[in-house]
Structures are given as C-alpha cells and as structure tokens.
C-alpha cells in the first residue's frame, strides 16, 4: 500500500522499544523455560534424547492423541453453538440481538475453572440434570466422564471467539453479494453454503483457530475436571510436582508451544490473500429480514436452548453463591446472602486489584497495539512484521509457561527504590496480563486503522498537519471505536486469567481477582463465597463489556450516518 | 516526517502507566509485617492472621495461598531474592525437600509443655527446622446422602474400599499432587509391605472414580456428591462437616497421625515477626483456634482437647488412632519420588485400564463365588496377579543409585546419574498397560467359562 | 442467446422503509425489448424501484407483472430477473469462470452447457482470457464486464442495470455504454437502468422516467421530455434552464407572459386553461445573444441586456447576461473567429416564442 522510502529515526526507535519489551518480556522468559527440554537431564548437555522419550512413552502419544481430539472436537461442539447464534443475530431482524451477542460473549469472561465447578454441579455424574434425569427416566448422561468433560466445558467457553469473529465476517459481507446471487437464483442453504459461508470462512477459520489453540493448551479445566491424559496437564503435572525436576514437563511445554504455532501459522496460510473485506467495501452488511410466525418460534427456540447451555455456568455459579449447602440435590438445600457478606467483608481488595490491573493491562495493551499496527501497516520499518508475528505468537505460550518463565528470568532483578525482586512486583502481573492479552487488542487495532482510508489522512497532511497531529487529530478519533473494543477484550479477558497470574501472586493484598476466587473455592467449609467472587466477577466484566459494546454501536453509527469513513470509489 | 512523534508519545503514554505503578503506596517493609506462604484454606489462615494481628497490633500478615507442590516450586524459583518469610503447610515432606535445598531457617523454639511425638510421628523436626503445630491423619470420608441412595455400607476400613460394591464411588488425590497422600500411601506401603501394599492400592484404586489433581479435590468431590466416597486427611472430613455438610469421617485402623508444619524460610526478610507467629502458633491461645467448627485439626497441647465438643478425636488418650504404625521417616525420604512416579504410573495414568480389570475380576469373582470353578479361579487369580504386579521390588526402591533417577538435583556438572526418568516411566508404563489389558483378558475368560 | 422480449407493468406501487415512505404510487408500462431508464436525483426512489422490480427490499403493495405475471410477492430467485449491481457484486472468493457459472449451476444445467454457455457470455463481453482470474485483480470496467456477463448468461427475462457506471472514469464511461447498448440490442432484452446522470439517459434509452421523491414525474422519450417537460423539476433536472415566474393572460393577441420584474413574452402555444400564475423556461440554446444593431430572426422577442460573464464550454460560449433583474444564461454556438462579448457589452438577447415553454406551479 504505502511506499515510504524515508524512516524516521524516531519511528524506528519506536519499534525498537517495542521488540526490546517483546523480547523481555516473552521470548527471553518462554526460552528460559522451554530451554530446559534440550537438555540432558543427566549431564546438562544439549539433546534431543528427551523429545525421542516423549515419542516412546505410550502415555505421551496418548495425551498427546487426546489433546488433538479435545480441541478438534471443542472447535467442532462451539461451532455449532456459534453458528445459529451469528447466524440469527446478523441475518434476521432479531429481538435483543445485541443481547445475545453481549450474553453471547459473557462465557468469556468467566474463569474457564469456575465454569467447570458450576458445569459439574449441573451435569456431573450426580449433577442436577442427571439426578433429575435418573429420578424420572432411569438413566444418566455422562455429559461430564471424561474427555467429554473437557470438550463440553471448553466448548461452551470458547465458542464466543467463533461467534465474535463470524458475526463480524458476517456484518462485513456486502449485501449486494448476497442479494447478485439471489438475483441469479440462489437461496436458502445453498446461498448460505455458495456464497455466505466462503465469505464469512476467513472470520470463522480466525476465529475456530483461536478455539483449537485456547482448548489444546487449556490447563485449568482438564485439571478441576481431573482429566490427566492430556498434554497440558501431563506438562503441569510434572512441572509442578514436589522436588522433581524431570525434563518431560518441559518437552511437553516445547510441543504445546509448537503446535500452538503451527495452528496459527496454518490460519494465517489458509487466510493470506483471502481479506474479503478489503475488496469490496460499504455494503453495511447482509440484508435483515423479518421472520415468519413459524420461523420466529423456532428461531427463539433454538436460541433460547443455545443460550440456556451457555449461561448454564452462571447459573449454577449462581445457585452456588447463593446456596447453604448443595450436596448431591438438584438444588442447593436453602438459599443466604452470607457468601456474598463474607466476601464484601474480606474481599473488597480483589476487586479494586482486578480493576486496576486488567485496565492497566489493556491501556499498555491498546497503546502498544496501535503503535505495532501503525508500524506494520503504515511505515517501511525493516523487519516490521516480526513485530506483528511475536506479539500475535504470545497466543501460543501457555500461562504456565510464561509464568514460570517470569519467575526465572526476574527474580534476580531488583526493582530500584522499592528494593522487591521484580518477579514478586505487582506490575509484573500487569505486564503478564499485558503480553498475554496483546494478541486480541493487536487484531483490534490493526481492524480499526485498516477502517480509516490512507486519503484521510493524506488530506490532513495536505492541508497542513504534520504526521503527529494527523495521527492525533484525524487516525486516532477514527480508530476510537476499534480501539475501545480492544480496550474492552483486553480488559475482560485479563480480568479472569488465572493460569500466569497464579504463579506471579506474591501477596494477597496484590491478589486479583481470579486468584481469590480459586483460594476460596478451596474451602471444606464450601465454595459459595468463591462463587460470590466469581458472581461479582462476571458482572462487573459483564457491565463493562454491555456498556462499551453500546458505546461501540453509538459510535458506528454515528460514523456510518454522517458519511463512509471509507471514500467511496476505492472499488474502482 | 514525524510518525515517530506519535508512536513515542503513545509508547511513553503506556510507560507513564507502568511509572505511575510504582509510586503508587508501598507498605514500609520492617519488622511490622510477616509474609506467609502456606496451602492451608483461607478458613484456617483467616483465622489465624485475625487473632495474631488483634493480639500484635501494627503487625500484618501477608498470607499468599498456594497449592503445597507449588509453594516449594515458588520457594525454589524465588530463592535467590526471597521475599517469603514462613513456609506453613501439612506435609512434612515438602518441608523436607525444602530443607534438602537449604531453603529453611533452624528455629529453636520457645514454647514449652508440647510432647515428643503426636501418634508415632515426632511433632517437630528432629533437625530443628520445621514445627509441627497440629496433628493431622489420612481416613475415610462419606457423603450421608450418596451413601443412603447408592445404598451402600459405610466402610471403615481401608480393605473396605476394595470391595466391589464400591466400584466407582472412591475419589482420592495422587501423592504426587499433595504431601499428606504420599504419606497414607507410603504408611499403607509400611504397614503392609511393599509388594502387598500396593496390591491394597491397586485394589483400591481399581474402584477410583476419579484421581484429583489437588488434595481438596477429594472432600470438594464428596461433599458436592460427585462421587461418594474419599480418601481424605481428617481436617478436610471434619471441617466438611463442621461447615453442615450431609458428610462423616473416620479413621482406619493403618494410619499415621503426621504434624502440620511451619517452617521460617532462609534470609527471611522479617525474622522477628515470623518467630512471634511460630510461637503465637504454639501457644494455648493459637491452639484453640485449631477446634474452630471450620479448622478441625488436632492440637499438639493434650490441654486443650478438654475445650474440645464431644466426639473429636483425641489422639494422646485415644491410642487406637495413628499408632498401629511405626512410621520410617528415613525408608520414605529415601524413595519419595519414586513412590509418587510409580503410584501415577500404574494408576493416576492407567486409571480407565485398571478400572477396567478390576471391574472384569469383579464380575468374574461375583459370578464364581459358589460355582467352584477351578479353572476359573486360577484364571482370576492369575489376572489379580497381574494387576498387583509392580514393576520394581522394595529392594529396587530402597536402592540409591536408582531412586536418584527421579531426583536428579545435580549440584555440580559433575555429578552423574544413569538412566533417564522418562525412559523408566516409558517401560513401566508399557508393561502396566500390558499387565492391566491382559489381566481384563483373562478375567473375561473366566466369566466365559462359569 | 435471445427469446422474445417482454414487458414489464407496474401498477400502484407503494413501498415504505419503516415509516418513511419511499415510493408513493408509481405506475409505469415498460415495451417489450425497450431500453428504459430511471432518471431522478439520490433518494429519489429510482434505485429502490429498480430492487423492488429484482425482488430486493421491503415488501410493497401494488402489482409488479412481468410479462402479464405478478412477481411482488415472488421471491429474487423465482424472477428470474437480470441484475447488475452498482458495485458488481462480483464474489471474490471464485474466479471470473465460476461467477458467471453461478447462475446456471443455480439453474441445473448441465456441465458441458454451462462451460459453452459461460464462454460465450465471457467472449461477448471480450474477457475469455481472464476467465481465471480472481475479481480482485480485474480492473473495474473488467470487473463490470464481468457482472455484465454473469448477469446475461441465464437469459434473464429483464436486465436490470442499478448506476452501471458510475463507478468507471469518463473514457471508459462512453465506451461502456455503447457496449451495455451493443449488447442490449444484439440480445433483444428488455433492459431497466438507473442513473442520475441525465446525460446517460438521453445517450442510451429509448424512454425513461423521471422521478422525485418517490413520485414519476414524467416518462417519455429523451428528447419529449427534454423539450416539453411536465413541470418545472423535470425541465431543471434535465438540462440548464432559465426560469421566469410571473402571470399569464390571453389576450386576443395571443397568450402572453409577464414575469414578475415586468419582462413581457408572447407564447407560441397557450399555457393550460384557466392557468394564470405560472413559470415559462428557456433554455440556454434557445435563446441567443446578437449586437444591439444587428437584425435578429423574424418574430424574435428581443430584450436588452448586458453581458455579465463568459464562458467558454467548447461547443458553445455560454453568457450570463442582465435582463432586467434576471441573470439569463444564453448559449451560443462556438465558431472560430466570431466575435464574442466581453463582460460589460450591451447586446440584444433575442428569443425564439416557440421555444419557451410554459408551466403551471
């Protein structure tokens, strides 16, 4: 797009501050950890001897196999229950789309380990719907044995990245598209399946890529689950273990690192050359249509049954927050406002610590993700796209991994004047969070620049604004939206991560969040104060994101109404 | 050109944020804070930190949860710039490899009035390192409500747990995972030897409906009913219950009354403080916070059991609890690893297979009893076998050379150890699988034939 | 590829979008074989006729026939309904050769059928080389053949043409109408297009009609309409116009017009009955510029008047002249070497009373 022959030296510095914060603080930390496989447990030297014991061990390849099946059938489950929800909520003219979309999304941010709490509860072998079920019918489903478990769980977790990336796929497919096809014959299925659904592929591959990648290297819920033969839990297992230092964890790490990128890297092949988007431009998205008496039943009914799978977790976190006790019934035996009482007594510090590190974790987030998209699409930095490649590769290190790796790479650094290893700093846990959600709020700001047309910016220039205040003046408030969508990914996500932050907790005042909902869902005395953190957890996040996501649509059209933010004729 | 005005004043933007973290305020760090790191739940340490802070005031206790596995590692990792000051957890053996680290303080403590030994095991290290502060034994736990409507008999015994009626309703932690199931495992290992010990294990295990990853995992699965029956430490039976639970606890005949510990961590940055909690620990008044309905564990002064409600157990006038065992401190630190490698090697891992077996043999069994089927009873016997088998003699575990397989902490470049753990695992792993499939073979045929 | 053309009747069409109304009564007869266009100014409704005919949009009342049948309540894709989108709506994820295929395969027509037919449509429009490529590496006039032959290759029974060429700069724009003409007579389709470009129009219709505000102003023949126009927005939307307001009065004499401002012009032709308030317009190249000295034609309305500006359009040199308190816009033909006014000259506008034409408000 851009030619520019001249760099700024500023810029270039710029970027060098940006892959040296990469560099430090993700791919020094994950090759302090992953380094450890390539050595020989006995004499220290470099081998590949651990990878050839990874291959022999039967128990390896099974969890290895199992691992594949999990993400492969987990991408398989949420595309179903992405797919009528996109599908209804951008085709039909749908009361409370933007509800579903917004409870659509909630599943997000919701810790996947308390999901799987609440989910035992409900569809354990002695959950709720199975005693139900054995008490009226005889019979139980093993919704939750097993693999099944895992795949159930991850699935209903993970599917909102199917249904945000196809919905948005969907929005952005020129209705004239559609409506040449209609007009040449097509319709219904073989309309959607001709011409909707290659259109809308990109955004879905982006989005089921990102599903197999979370699930493959997903620790917490094969854990609570108790689900052992898979790879992730093989590599905690044995990382973790009291006075063991057996490489395999490690090795295990290696392959999760490996396969994570080879799936991104698969994506991105299978999406080169395929932006749909960036070719035809200014439809506003498929036609909406008004459904039938019939359809519209029909359509509710299987939202509605989609929707109820989906908030199930927050329904039985609910009932768990405000149970007494809840022991093989279907429902708690009596119901108290004491859980939530304790943790507003005790608990007030998480939640203040959660909002200010998953903000702090989204500005850096935001910021970075801007000057990274900036420098990838709009200057000729050499090098540039490594840029983009390793901060979008951060999607492929599990949090355990990083936050081993912070731990080893920098407790030996003092923080100056505060005189604390900065391994043990609060900001550390910032900085985590920031890394490992940069990949989402990146693909957020690099949308919203590609929305604001080069011309405009040009045309700032040309009437007299410097390159700084055209960005300021002219790219930034046109970014907005996109940028605060990003803000609000980063900020939710981070908020309930748990994988990186719970090795990095140094101290319970500096606690989020998510790491005193797992210490209090450890508790004999019962999990209901837990669940009550975890309640307020959802809800806070799930204001945020309603009310951002509103401000998103004011915004959009607002900026549709007034005029393309495109110029017209770029098809030409 | 000035792109790169932009980008630096957005990339200083997000480094004014990181800045302005750091001058956000800092608690001043002397004598006026302890920072613990333990396992317990927060019912426990909540407890504790309230009364100590109530009772030394402008003193605050920092209490950083972690699972007991990960507290050594962060002890480990962070060892070199420490900023812990007590390690507080149950198993005595995370102490002891903490130790073997160098990783802890000696304390001589000043407490007096506290006996030698709690059951068969001493309360304090003998090395002085680590204070026990409460006593804790392995038993078994139920759910009323699952029990009643599985209609099946409370056990009491351990032997209990290998009947078939109990297929699938035992739920029990991974010694790996948690210190306090290593020590249930090694002191039926003790108890019964090596070679009958785990044929007791695997005899157990064979009726697991699930091995959890973390020790709370087993009175969470009981107490929400997910499955019936657990292999617990008694505080987690007893405060399970004492929170209203539909739950109830024992303890077997085998078992061993362990002490839970505290420990001062190596370069404490705040000594002082962490030797008024250990003693705030020991004395009368920390004592009794230990009967707390949530809490349950057994206080190390006989004193203070005359406070105690009726039926909790009193293991120094009630000789029958924790005693039947001479516990070997020495034969358990000398084959720790090892123990745990085996254990999750012929079950955590190959659990679906050993279930498998076990419930072959128990049908095969159910279906012969009676019928005096010779051949039949040779085939189960043969399959027991199988499944009983282990891939190392007690010899074989006690041996040096091989137990440092699974511990390989080279000090110096120059030490050396032969053989690779993984490579070890490889083959047992092998010839469990193949021991488990063949032993279901077999048991199936002598269902065939009756 | 052709079969007999046929017509297209629009009867009483109301269409809203929620509670705006968008068209308000239209009805239209469009020949069989006939090149007709939409002609109106944005929102003004013709696009959203155009869809409506396609089956696209909000469902209207009133009858859409097609060849005597009802399609309103029919479905797109039972219209069978040519339609060639501003855009071209070409799908970028197949290449040129399965576009123009789609519409048949829809069809269920057979595989080596489809490849003859797809070939013949790719030749016509002359892009048989680029049967391969992918949309995105077409230029936009390839891009618009190849809608053009997507579109034509299911022999639709009407050719919609929504702006078709709108989005193509102006060389290619010329050479692309006479194209869609080409290949509108050789097929003998009965053909709709939309613009707002009257000049589009004129150059390719045989009729067309002109809409405002959801209502037709007028249908005709280019050259009808341009030069008795219906009322004053299609007279001012069809070309320059000078507009006069004032009365009328018929006396025995012959009708007249007085405008406001006292400038007085006998008609050839009486406005309508009992009309007495009214506008007359002249177009610029019906009026003419000569020396207060020189004779004009015959029977001439001659006014005074002062050149104000010049410009020069190529053909023509058109000046703003003062008559009276109007700015009259007057076209003269450009002849190398004739004189021109300069800015300031007093000259004698002269108009011809057959050319004006009289309006009723």
Redo the contacts between chains.
């Keep these: 797009m851009t030619a520019l022959t001249r760099q700024p030296r500023g810029t270039v510095g710029v970027a060098l501050v940006l892959a040296v914060f990469l560099l430090a603080f993700l791919v020094v930390p994950v090759v302090k950890v992953i380094f450890v496989a390539f050595q020989d447990p006995a004499s220290g030297a470099f081998t590949f001897v651990n990878f050839v014991d990874f291959f022999n061990t039967a128990l390896f390849r099974e969890s290895f196999a199992n691992s594949l099946y999990v993400a492969f059938m987990a991408v398989l489950v949420a595309s179903v229950i992405a797919l009528p929800l996109a599908y209804f909520t951008t085709r039909f003219n749908f009361g409370g789309a933007a509800l579903i979309q917004t409870l659509g999304v909630i599943p997000l941010i919701m810790p996947p380990f308390v999901g799987a709490v609440a989910m035992q509860l409900l569809f354990g072998a002695n959950g709720s719907v199975n005693l139900l079920l054995d008490e009226w019918f005889g019979f139980t489903v093993p919704f939750m044995e097993g693999l099944n478990g895992v795949i159930f769980v991850e699935s209903i977790h993970y599917f909102p990245f199917i249904l945000i990336n196809l919905s948005a796929a969907l929005n952005n497919i ?1 209705r ?2 559609e ?9 219904g299925m ?1 309309l959607f399946r ?2 909707v659904f ?2 809308a ?1 990109p955004g879905y591959v982006a989005g089921a890529s990102l599903v197999f990648l979370k699930v493959f290297d997903d620790l917490g819920t094969p854990l609570l689950l108790n689900v052992n033969n898979m790879l992730a839990p093989q590599a905690y297992l044995r990382i973790s273990s009291i006075g063991i230092s057996d490489p395999m964890g490690y090795v295990i790490s290696v392959m999760l690192v490996l396969f994570s990128l080879l799936s991104l890297w698969t994506s991105f092949l299978a999406l080169r050359g ?1 932006d ?1 988007a960036s ?2 431009k ?2 506003g998205g498929l ?1 909406r249509r008004d459904l039938g008496g019939r359809e519209k039943v029909m359509a509710y009914a299987v939202v509605i049954f989609v929707l109820l799978i989906v908030l199930s977790p927050h329904f039985g976190l609910a009932l768990l927050s405000f149970g007494t006790i809840w022991s093989y019934s279907v429902l708690p035996d009596a119901y108290t406002l004491a859980n939530y009482r304790e943790v507003f007594e005790t608990s007030s510090q998480y939640i203040t610590n959660t909002l200010l590190y998953a903000g702090l974790a989204a500005l850096i987030d935001v910021v970075f993700g801007t000057a990274i998209a900036y420098i990838v699409w709009r200057t000729g930095v050499v090098g540039r796209k490594w840029l983009d490649y390793l901060a979008t590769g951060a999607l492929a290190i599990p949090g355990v991994v990083l936050g081993i790796g912070y731990l080893r790479t920098f407790n030996d650094i003092t923080v100056p004047f505060i005189d604390k290893p900065l391994a043990s700093w609060w900001v550390i846990i910032v900085i985590a969070l920031a890394i490992r959600r940069l990949p989402y709020a990146l693909r957020a700001c690099v949308a919203a620049l590609h929305q604001v047309a080069e011309t405009l910016e040009e045309a700032a220039e040309n009437l007299g604004a410097t390159k700084y205040r055209s960005v300021r003046r002219i790219v930034v408030p046109l970014m907005i939206g996109g940028l605060l969508a990003g803000f609000v990914t980063s900020f939710a996500t981070a908020a309930v991560e748990l994988s990186a932050t719970i090795m990095l907790v140094t101290s319970e005042t500096d606690a989020p969040l998510s790491y005193g909902i797992y210490v209090s869902m450890q508790s004999a005395a019962g999990r209901g104060p837990g669940a009550a953190l975890g309640m307020i957890a959802v809800i806070i996040v799930g204001v945020a994101t309603y009310l951002s996501q509103r401000v998103i649509e004011k915004y959009r059209r607002e900026q549709t109404m007034d005029g393309q933010l495109v110029p017209a ?1 770029g ?2 | 050109m000035k792109t790169s005005r932009i980008l630096i004043s957005m990339t200083s933007a997000a480094l004014l944020a990181v800045v302005a973290l750091i001058t956000a305020p800092q608690t001043r760090a002397m004598e006026d804070k302890v920072v613990i790191v333990t396992s317990f739940p927060k019912d426990l340490t909540n407890a504790f930190k309230s009364a100590f802070e109530a009772k030394h005031a402008g003193v605050t206790v920092e209490v950083l949860n972690k699972k007991t596995t990960a507290g050594v590692k962060f002890l480990q990792e962070t060892a070199g710039n420490n900023t812990t000051d007590l390690f507080w957890a149950s198993a005595p053996d995370a102490f002891e490899v903490l130790k073997g680290d160098g990783l802890l303080a000696k304390y001589d403590l000043k407490a007096t009035g506290i006996p030698e030994l709690i059951g068969a095991y001493p309360i304090h290290d003998p090395d002085g390192y680590y204070k026990g502060f409460a006593g804790a034994g392995y038993g078994i736990m139920w759910n009323e409500r699952y029990v009643k409507a599985k209609k099946l008999p409370v056990p009491r015994e351990w032997s209990d747990l290998a009947k078939p009626v109990y297929h699938d309703h035992v739920g029990m932690s991974a010694p790996s995972r948690s210190g306090t199931t290593h020590l249930t495992v090694e002191t039926v290992l003790q108890g019964e030897g090596w070679e009958q010990g785990w044929a007791t294990w695997k005899e157990i295990a064979g009726n697991f409906n699930t091995v959890t990853e973390r020790s709370f995992g087993v009175p969470d699965g009981v107490n929400s009913g997910q499955f019936g029956i657990g292999i617990v430490i008694d505080f987690f039976g007893l405060s399970s219950k004492g929170s209203g639970f539909p739950v109830d606890f024992v303890y077997p005949t085998v078992t061993t009354l362990v002490p839970a510990n505290i420990a001062i961590v190596k370069n404490a940055p705040h000594p002082q403080a962490a030797a008024v909690f250990i003693e705030f620990l020991m004395s009368n008044q920390g004592q009794e916070i230990l009967l707390d309905p949530k809490i349950r564990r057994l206080p190390i002064r006989p004193d203070i059991y005359a406070k105690a409600p009726d039926g909790f157990p009193n293991p120094f006038e009630d000789s029958s609890i924790g005693a039947a065992v001479e516990f070997d401190v020495d034969k358990s630190k000398a084959r720790y690893n090892l123990v745990n490698s085996l254990f999750d090697v012929m079950i955590t891992y190959r659990l679906d297979d050993l279930r498998a077996a076990t419930k072959a043999i128990q049908d095969a069994e159910a279906k012969a009893a009676g019928k005096g089927n010779a051949e039949a009873a040779r085939l189960i016997a043969e399959a027991r076998g199988l499944v009983a088998k282990t891939p190392i003699t007690e010899a074989q575990s006690l041996d040096k050379d091989f137990a440092d397989i699974f511990k390989k902490k080279r000090k110096k470049a120059t030490d050396k150890v032969t053989g690779r753990q993984a490579e070890v695992e490889a083959e047992w792993d092998n010839m469990v699988k193949d021991n488990y499939a063949k032993a279901k073979a077999l048991a199936e045929q002598a269902e065939s034939l009756l | 590829m052709s079969t007999e053309p046929v017509g297209v009747t629009i009867e009483d069409l109301h269409l809203s979008f929620g509670s705006t109304q968008v068209l308000k009564g239209v009805n239209l007869e469009i020949e069989p074989g006939e090149f007709f266009a939409f002609l109106g100014p944005s929102g003004s409704g013709k696009s959203t006729l155009l869809r409506a005919i ?3 949009g909000p469902l209207p009342s009133g009858r859409i026939l097609i060849d005597g049948e009802d399609v309103a309540a029919l ?3 039972r ?5 060639v ?5 070409l ?4 290449s040129v050769r399965r576009n123009v295929a ?2 048949l395969e ?2 269920k027509t057979p595989g080596t059928e489809i490849r003859e037919r797809v070939d013949a449509a790719l030749e016509l429009v002359g892009l048989i080389d680029l049967a391969d490529r992918r ?2 590496q077409l ?2 006039g390839q ?1 618009q053949r190849v ?1 053009l032959a ?2 034509v290759v ?1 022999e639709p029974r009407v050719l919609l043409l929504d702006e078709p060429l709108s ?3 102006a060389n290619l724009r010329v050479q692309m109408r006479r194209d869609i003409l080409n290949l509108q007579r050789q097929l003998r389709l009965t053909t709709i297009f939309v613009t707002h470009d009257q000049e589009e129009a004129n150059t390719m219709s045989d009729r067309m009609a002109v809409l405002n505000e959801g209502v037709i102003q007028q249908i005709g023949a280019p050259m009808a309409l341009y030069d008795h126009p219906a009322n004053l927005f299609v007279a001012d939307f069809l070309g320059t116009a000078n507009v006069l307001r004032g009365r009328f009065s018929r006396p025995a004499a012959g009708p007249r017009f007085v405008s406001e401002d006292g400038i007085e012009l006998p008609l050839a032709e009486p406005p309508a009955a009992n009309a007495d308030a009214g506008v007359v317009v002249l177009r610029p190249q019906s009026i003419n510029v000569l020396a207060r000295s020189k004779p004009g034609e015959t029977g001439d309305v001659v006014l005074d008047g002062m050149v104000r500006y010049r410009e020069f359009l190529g053909a023509v040199i058109r000046y703003g002249v003062d008559v009276g308190e109007h700015l009259l816009l007057v076209d003269h033909g450009h002849r190398p070497g004739e004189r021109v006014f300069e800015p300031g000259t007093e000259v004698a506008v002269h108009v011809d009373p057959s050319h004006i034409v009289s309006l009723t408000e």
């Design positions: 020129d004239s598209l409506e040449s096809a209609q007009n040449l014959g097509a319709h073989r001709r011409i290659p259109l592929m395929k749909y070719v035809q200014g439809g036609a004729g098809a030409a | 396609a089956g696209f479905p797109p894709w219209r069978n309904v040519g339609m989108f501003q855009n071209y709506a799908w970028p994820h197949m789609f519409g829809e069809r949309p995105s230029s936009g891009q809608a997507r579109t299911v989005n193509l700069d």
